[in-house]
C-alpha cells in the first residue's frame, strides 16, 4: 500500500499515526502543499480533488482521511473500529462531529485564514468577521467536545478505549496549537489529548508539524480567548 500525504496535513497525521501504531507496511509519499505540488500533474491526474491523504491498495484509491483510517482498521481487524453495531455507529458519529462541525468553524473559519495566505479573506473586514464568527462557533464546539464527547470520566472520545475516531480527531484540534490556543479552559481535551499523546509513534510522526508550531512562536493570532 502506499499513502499520499504531507506530514503538517491534518488529517494525513491520523492516519500516519494510526499505520505507524498498527505496523501496518505502507510506502509513503510526500506532496507537497507548500509549493502547490497537489494541484498539479501528475497528483491532480490521479486525485482531481487536489487534496491528501490519498491511500492506494494494489489498483485500489481511496481519498478523505476518516475513510481511510476505518478501511485500514478493518483490513487489519482492529478493535479501534467495533464490530458492535452501535459501538461502531458511536465511532462513525463521533468522526462525522469533527469532520463537519468542528472542522468547519475550528479549521476554516478560525485557524486557516490567520495561517495560510490563500484561505485568507479578501478584505480586513471581511477576515475580521470570519474570524469572529470562527471564534464563537468554535468556542461552543470546543465546550461541547470537553462537556458531552468526552467529560470528566473517560479517557477517550467513544469511551475508555481508544479509536479510530481519536486518532481523526487528534490531528484536527492539535491545529489549534498552530494559533497558541490554550486548551487549559478545556481540561477533559487537555487529558484526552495527553493520552494520545502518550503513543509511542506521536512524537514521531508529529515531529515537523511540532516544528511548524515552533516556527509561529511570537506571531499573533486569534485564538479562543
Not at 19 to 38: R, S
Not at 71 to 98: C, F
Not at 166 to 188: K, M, Q, R
Request: glycine share 6%.
Amino acid at each position: 500500500m502506499k499513502l499520499y500525504m504531507h506530514p503538517i496535513s491534518m488529517t494525513s497525521r491520523p492516519v500516519r499515526l494510526f499505520v505507524a501504531e498498527n505496523k501496518i507496511a505502507m510506502d509513503e509519499e510526500t506532496i507537497d502543499l507548500m509549493t502547490g505540488a497537489h494541484m498539479q500533474p501528475p497528483y491532480s491526474t490521479i486525485n482531481p480533488n487536489c487534496l491528501v491523504p490519498m491511500l492506494e491498495d494494489g489498483d485500489f484509491r481511496l481519498t478523505e482521511g476518516s475513510a481511510i483510517l476505518k478501511y485500514l482498521a478493518e483490513k487489519i481487524g482492529s478493535p479501534t473500529y467495533p464490530k458492535d453495531l452501535k459501538a461502531r455507529a458511536r465511532v462513525n458519529e463521533m468522526m462525522d462531529w469533527i469532520n463537519t462541525n468542528f472542522y468547519r468553524e475550528w479549521g476554516y473559519n478560525l485557524c486557516y485564514p490567520q495561517l495560510f495566505p490563500h484561505l485568507k479573506r479578501r478584505s480586513d473586514e471581511a477576515q475580521a468577521a470570519t474570524l469572529e464568527m470562527g471564534k464563537a462557533n468554535a468556542k461552543r464546539w470546543m465546550q461541547l467536545l470537553n462537556d458531552h464527547w468526552i467529560g470528566p470520566h473517560r479517557n477517550y472520545l467513544c469511551g475508555n478505549e481508544i479509536t479510530i475516531a481519536d486518532y481523526f480527531a487528534s490531528g484536527i484540534v492539535t491545529l489549534g496549537e498552530a494559533i497558541g490556543v490554550d486548551f487549559s479552559p478545556y481540561p477533559n481535551v487537555m487529558r484526552w489529548l495527553n493520552n494520545m499523546k502518550r503513543l509511542p509513534s506521536w512524537p514521531r510522526i508529529n515531529e515537523v508539524f511540532d516544528g511548524f508550531v515552533r516556527s509561529l512562536k511570537g506571531q499573533k493570532f486569534v485564538t479562543l480567548s
